[in-house]
């Protein structure tokens, strides 16, 4: 969280399109971290080599990075008092909006495979790995979603974002098959794409002046619902079958983007310069 506050510090009005871009390349690791690990346990060295590769990376960033960590000491005036004022109160529902939909995209890539089993009829091996669509959706949105958020308000990219996964999960809960389904994971990927991005953007935002501040407590959040959704999930899936349990989850953009609507979030509101 502290690398989203040090992008909306350094990059002003380009923030959302730089946060955009930042969750795009991580992705994009996410899905070559995956590969290399699949890599290593095909090899005669094992899986652990892709998980070796994965620290020598991290230390060669680490070089890379140098020795003073003062480009990242980007704390507002506000935050380095110590009679740092209360949060206000729009900030907490900048951040009830985001982790509603990363609460969905959470269950996703934990409970995909279920419903892929069920649903598309793939193996449990085949089912794990394709679920890797909804990242490669991901990385397409985030692609697409940092070009337009230059040009368009990013308020109005996020309801569509909203809009664009909650009709992408409505297609996928419906349909049986394997591709279908697949289609369906890739496009509900394009759609919560942006919602990281641009959700923790706007409580930021919110914050007027304590970005470090609203990250943390976003962060503390999305751990929290981390936590809590899969389980939900799963007690419904208990009580009505995966696929039933899995259409509860559309009650979550639902809400997302009548918050949205409800507390927007003035694209004006700028942060006081650190």
Request: aromatic share 8%; net charge neutral.
């Given at each position: 969280?502290?690398?989203?506050?040090?992008?909306?510090?350094?990059?002003?009005?380009?923030?959302?399109?730089?946060?955009?871009?930042?969750?795009?390349?991580?992705?994009?690791?996410?899905?070559?971290?995956?590969?290399?690990?699949?890599?290593?346990?095909?090899?005669?060295?094992?899986?652990?080599?892709?998980?070796?590769?994965?620290?020598?990376?991290?230390?060669?960033?680490?070089?890379?990075?140098?020795?003073?960590?003062?480009?990242?000491?980007?704390?507002?005036?506000?935050?380095?008092?110590?009679?740092?004022?209360?949060?206000?109160?729009?900030?907490?529902?900048?951040?009830?909006?985001?982790?509603?939909?990363?609460?969905?995209?959470?269950?996703?890539?934990?409970?995909?495979?279920?419903?892929?089993?069920?649903?598309?009829?793939?193996?449990?091996?085949?089912?794990?790995?394709?679920?890797?669509?909804?990242?490669?959706?991901?990385?397409?949105?985030?692609?697409?979603?940092?070009?337009?958020?230059?040009?368009?308000?990013?308020?109005?990219?996020?309801?569509?974002?909203?809009?664009?996964?909650?009709?992408?999960?409505?297609?996928?809960?419906?349909?049986?098959?394997?591709?279908?389904?697949?289609?369906?994971?890739?496009?509900?990927?394009?759609g919560i794409g942006m919602h990281f991005?641009?959700?923790?953007?706007?409580?930021?935002?919110?914050?007027?002046g304590q970005p470090d501040r609203a990250?943390?407590?976003?962060?503390?959040?999305?751990?929290?619902?981390?936590?809590?959704?899969?389980?939900?999930?799963?007690?419904?899936?208990?009580?009505?079958?995966?696929?039933?349990?899995?259409?509860?989850?559309?009650?979550?953009?639902?809400?997302?983007?009548?918050?949205?609507?409800?507390?927007?979030?003035?694209?004006?509101?700028?942060n006081p310069a650190a």
């Amino acid at each position: 969280m502290g690398a989203s506050a040090y992008i909306e510090a350094s990059q002003g009005a380009a923030a959302d399109a730089a946060l955009a871009e930042a969750n795009l390349t991580a992705s994009v690791s996410s899905l070559l971290a995956t590969f290399a690990i699949g890599v290593g346990a095909t090899l005669v060295l094992g899986w652990q080599s892709g998980l070796l590769l994965l620290v020598v990376l991290a230390v060669v960033l680490e070089l890379a990075r140098g020795r003073t960590s003062a480009p990242f000491n980007i704390g507002t005036e506000l935050e380095k008092r110590r009679d740092t004022p209360r949060m206000p109160g729009l900030v907490w529902w900048a951040i009830l909006t985001l982790i509603l939909l990363t609460g969905v995209e959470i269950t996703l890539l934990q409970w995909g495979p279920d419903l892929l089993r069920e649903r598309g009829g793939l193996g449990p091996a085949a089912a794990s790995a394709t679920i890797a669509a909804i990242v490669t959706g991901m990385i397409v949105g985030r692609l697409i979603g940092s070009r337009i958020v230059e040009r368009v308000s990013s308020e109005l990219v996020f309801g569509a974002s909203i809009l664009f996964a909650t009709a992408a999960f409505a297609y996928t809960w419906l349909v049986t098959g394997a591709v279908p389904l697949i289609i369906g994971l890739v496009l509900i990927g394009v759609g919560i794409g942006m919602h990281f991005p641009l959700g923790i953007g706007r409580a930021m935002r919110a914050s007027v002046g304590q970005p470090d501040r609203a990250a943390g407590l976003t962060s503390a959040g999305i751990a929290v619902m981390s936590g809590i959704a899969p389980f939900v999930l799963a007690a419904l899936a208990d009580a009505m079958g995966v696929h039933i349990a899995f259409g509860f989850m559309i009650l979550f953009f639902i809400a997302s983007f009548l918050l949205l609507l409800w507390k927007r979030v003035p694209e004006d509101q700028a942060n006081p310069a650190a």
